[in-house]
């Protein structure tokens, strides 16, 4: 069974009287042919993955291989030490979390990709921030991925999930969406309101465009993962208070794949426009590859 279709995935788990994420489990089961349990297992080593990856970078700093980026996970981390911020300090652990995997991915260190490496830190630092809140045990929260990996496969099936078809919104977007989806499951939602949770995360990414500043998925990636999941919190939040996506999930998710093929090819991933084709963005190029990598464009806002 492959899904197409967020509100096929809705009534599937309405009609059986279950989760999204069972319904995703007994699909695995049967195309895979293995059992729930190993499933499972596996599912709980790619937790462990995300995990390791979320520590790693608020015990210590972290830099790219490149030099351009590394330690914010760490800074923010320690900020919230400090007792005076203006976000819930919970809500920045979670921010630290998903700042941490995109820098273990930059450094060239293991994550998991959810959907994309590119919006690898969402998933796992909302997850973790669930874990550390207490509120969950550690098998409810490997469940949750089941959910966030049906939603995504909706997403890949009907649009994209890739920043060169579809730009950023496509990836860091819909990883925000599985996210948002995967913490209302968690948290007892019913399956309208996880589908509502899609629909209102995707709205808020809508033209979300992918600017890599020389190709590298650092600036602005890893700060988009770190504020994206903070956007998760809040649009699970929404959802289980019983806002509702006016335009339905699916019909946010078409729009998503359309405003993406409308995109001009130098805001898909290429490098060229947006924050890659500023002053700086070009300089750093230069400084990272000492050269031009790509001719100059016009539509990129190249000269």
């Not at 999204?20 to 007994?26: G, N, Q, R, Y």
Request: proline share 4%.
């Amino acid at each position: 069974m492959s899904f197409t279709h967020l509100q096929e995935l809705i009534q599937l788990a309405q009609q059986s009287q279950t989760t999204i994420a069972k319904v995703m489990l007994a699909v695995e089961v049967e195309q895979t042919g293995h059992s729930e349990q190993e499933i499972v297992e596996r599912m709980s080593r790619q937790f462990d993955v995300m995990e390791e990856a979320v520590r790693k970078g608020v015990q210590s700093p972290i830099q790219s291989r490149t030099g351009l980026t590394g330690g914010d996970a760490y800074r923010v981390h320690e900020y919230v030490k400090q007792g005076s911020t203006f976000v819930a300090p919970q809500t920045l652990r979670a921010m630290a979390y998903a700042l941490s995997v995109s820098e273990v991915n930059a450094g060239m260190g293991r994550i998991v990709a959810t959907p994309t490496a590119g919006a690898a830190g969402i998933l796992p630092g909302v997850l973790v921030y669930a874990l550390d809140s207490g509120r969950f045990s550690r098998d409810a929260v490997v469940m949750a991925m089941f959910t966030a990996a049906a939603l995504g496969l909706v997403i890949a099936n009907s649009a994209s999930i890739a920043g060169a078809t579809g730009g950023c919104q496509a990836e860091v977007g819909s990883a925000t969406a599985m996210a948002a989806g995967a913490l209302v499951e968690l948290a007892g939602g019913s399956p309208e309101q996880v589908g509502h949770a899609v629909g209102l995360t995707l709205k808020n990414s809508l033209g979300l465009v992918c600017d890599p500043v020389a190709g590298l998925v650092e600036i602005p990636c890893i700060v988009r993962n770190g504020l994206h999941a903070v956007t998760a919190l809040a649009a699970a939040d929404m959802a289980l208070a019983g806002v509702k996506s006016i335009i339905p999930p699916d019909e946010v998710i078409q729009a998503m794949r359309d405003i993406g093929n409308e995109l001009p090819v130098s805001l898909r991933e290429t490098g060229i426009g947006g924050l890659a084709g500023t002053p700086t963005g070009k300089r750093l190029r230069r400084q990272v590859f000492g050269g031009e990598l790509f001719p100059e464009s016009k539509e990129g806002g190249g000269q």
